[in-house]
Nanobody, 121 residues
Framework: QVQLVESGGGLVQAGGSLRLSCAAS????????MGWFRQAPGKEREFVAA????????AYVDSVKGRFTISRDNAKNTVYLQMNSLKPEDTAVYYC??????????????WGQGTQVTVSS
């Protein structure tokens, strides 16, 4: 069974930056596209960013384009999310998962504990 451990969240002022990490184990990490999702209080979990198995192709939700960058290190079984120019509306719990690039839907039924990102105005 895949295990996903997110880290790197915290409290930051608007305009600040954070770098999230997701360590994956239990499956052949490099075989899967990976993605970041987030869930704000009272809202559904939503897609944020995805990266294909090689790192050559990425996708982002419109609201984070130009501010967030997803990357991966297959040797470390880790995917990252660099978040710059953070806004209060980015406040959410952030999760990683395998992702289907075609429709940006999560692959695995299992979710990690997530990491809280709070952006103050």
């Amino acid at each position: 069974q895949v295990q996903l451990v997110e880290s790197g969240g915290g409290l930051v002022q608007a305009g600040g930056s954070l770098r999230l990490s997701c360590a994956a184990s239990g499956r052949t990490f490099s075989s899967y596209a990976m993605g970041w999702f987030r869930q704000a209080p009272g809202k559904e979990r939503e897609f944020v960013a995805a990266i294909n198995w090689s790192g050559e192709s990425t996708a982002y939700v419109d609201s984070v384009k130009g501010r967030f960058t997803i990357s991966r290190d297959n040797a470390k079984n880790t995917v990252y999310l660099q978040m710059n120019s953070l806004k209060p509306e980015d406040t959410a719990v952030y999760y990683c998962n395998g992702v289907r690039m075609s429709d940006r839907r999560p692959l695995f039924a299992y979710w990690g504990q997530g990491t809280q990102v709070t952006v103050s105005s």
